[in-house]
């Protein structure tokens, strides 16, 4: 049984799976930021445990396949050995699990913050959209849009 599932999970099959599973949080973070869900599913460690568990399984995986793992200081010495490690499907796994944990907790971040100065959430899933599709941008709308419910501008908040 446990072989079966280890040999279903496949990296093409967990990268999948990572795609798959968080859209329910982006959902509960859009449609429903003040719910009880929300803050136990979503604002919660749960999405870092269950993210981090599937990069440990990465990393597992690819310490079976010998993977170098002191070859990841390449993306430091510029953009060729950056796209040099973007041709292995592990590394690509353990950076795509990153920017997904990092997102979504920029947007839970985010529905928190705006809960205090009680942004619209309608106004409010514009920027989680774009969070979702494309981090920084998505957090940058929202401080714009915090400026103008808080009236007043904080860079270190």
Known sequence: MIEQIYNYFTIEMLYYWVNLGVIPFWLMLIFFPQSYL?????????????????????LYKSYLTSYDFG???????GLEGLSELFTNNFYIMFFWIHFIAINLFTGGWIVKDSQKFSINKILLSVPLIVTYLIGPLGLFMYWLIKIFYAKSINLHD
Do not use: D, E
């Open 71 to 77: 070859g990841n200081f390449k993306l430091y010495l």
């Open 38 to 58: 929300c803050r136990f599913f979503v604002t919660s460690i749960l999405p870092v445990i269950l993210l981090s568990g599937a990069y440990i399984f990465v």
